[in-house]
């Protein structure tokens, strides 16, 4: 409880994230007694169907539309989130004097 979850991550998907993010890795969810089952058993998981996904059966939770290989629209990033771009500063060198040019 010294983290504040977002309205969204509170009730069984709140505690299924802390049960995974103790401190000490033997308090984890998966590594108590019951192993592996104590994830499949957990409430955030009612209804989930474990068998399907084992024999890769399961339908994508979402599905985005993709108008062509070069679509991007389902990408986004904000502009303070873009490296800095640096201006090239020609050393005079002519490294590149035999490059075709357009």
Known sequence: NKIPFPPKCQGPVGDLIKNLLKNE???????????????????WFDGFDWAAM???KLDAP????????????????R???????LEYQDPGTGWDKDFASA
């Open 25 to 43: 890795p033997s308090e984890r969810l998966p590594m108590r007694p019951g192993g592996v089952a104590n994830l499949r058993d957990h409430k």
């Open 54 to 56: 084992k024999a890769l």
């Open 62 to 77: 979402y599905k985005p539309i993709v108008k062509s290989k070069k679509d991007l629209a389902n990408f986004s990033a």
């Open 79 to 85: 502009k303070e989130d873009m490296p800095k771009q």
